[in-house]
């Protein structure tokens, strides 16, 4: 246990170390250079990271006095003869492929780094009925469509990691509610939720009904088969 309580020690201490060494500020360098540095530090930073960039991690890389929106307007000018672009998702930054190269992509079979999980259509709408009406309850859910929305299914879309538990319903028996993660948003290339297609387009197609669930959350009637609290 010592040892180990030593080794964390020396793991700190470098960190400190490296951390000092860093120079954000670049000061020797000309006004020009060192706002080029700032912006390939930036986008580098962006390449490597497997998720949306934050402002507050980009800070981390650059002077105090950086502008990392203007940073970003001259990355953005920079890209635009190329392939992919930067974009906002999630609350942050992140490279993404330019639409119209899409097909190309799709027709190559390559593996991509940002690919989503394959979804069947039924998890897909349960997927989009829980980002619009969340925190929503299983039993709210199946009132939506209609039918029995399964643990399967929640199952799945927690797996895809698109889903997690969110706050208990204030209803008998406090069943689970679920609510959509980040990477929700960056799988789909949102911003924030506010992004989502209209729902009237959704209720028009009749996959989901906006009035049923306000029907099942007025009567403050628990679903036997929903997860209670013990």
């Known amino acids: 246990m010592t040892g180990a309580g030593e080794a964390k020690k020396t793991r700190k201490k470098t960190n400190v170390a490296a951390e000092r060494l860093f120079d954000r500020e670049l000061g ?19 390449f490597a990271s497997a998720e949306p960039v934050t402002r507050e991690i980009l800070a981390r890389v650059v002077g105090k006095d950086c502008s990392i929106d203007l940073l970003i307007e001259d990355l953005r000018e920079e890209l635009r003869s190329r392939p992919y672009e930067l974009v906002s998702v999630a609350g ?3 490279h993404r492929s330019r639409s119209a190269y899409a097909s190309a992509i799709r027709a190559s079979a390559a ?18 009925a829980i980002g619009y009406f969340q925190p929503v309850t299983r039993s709210e859910l199946s009132k939506i ?6 643990r399967d299914t929640i199952s799945a879309l927690r797996g895809a990691g698109f889903v997690s538990s969110g706050p208990r319903s204030p209803t008998p028996g406090a069943p689970y509610t679920y609510v959509t ?13 506010r ?9 028009d197609a009749g996959f989901i009904s906006r ?11 628990p679903d036997d088969d929903d997860e209670v609290a013990e």
Do not use: N
Not at 181 to 193: C, D, I, P, W
């Open 111 to 128: 593996p991509t780094r940002s690919a989503a999980a394959v979804l069947s259509e039924h998890e897909s709408m349960v997927l989009m």
């Open 211 to 221: 009035h049923a669930v306000r029907t099942e959350q007025a009567s403050l009637e």
């Open 145 to 150: 469509f209609g039918k029995e929305v399964s």
């Open 28 to 46: 020797d360098l000309p006004a020009d250079l060192r706002w080029r540095e700032w912006m390939m530090r930036v986008e580098a930073v962006i």
């Open 92 to 94: 942050g930054w992140q």
């Open 195 to 203: 992004d989502l297609p209209d729902m009237e387009a959704l209720e």
């Open 181 to 193: 993660t980040k990477h929700f948003l960056s799988a789909f290339g949102m911003e924030t939720l």
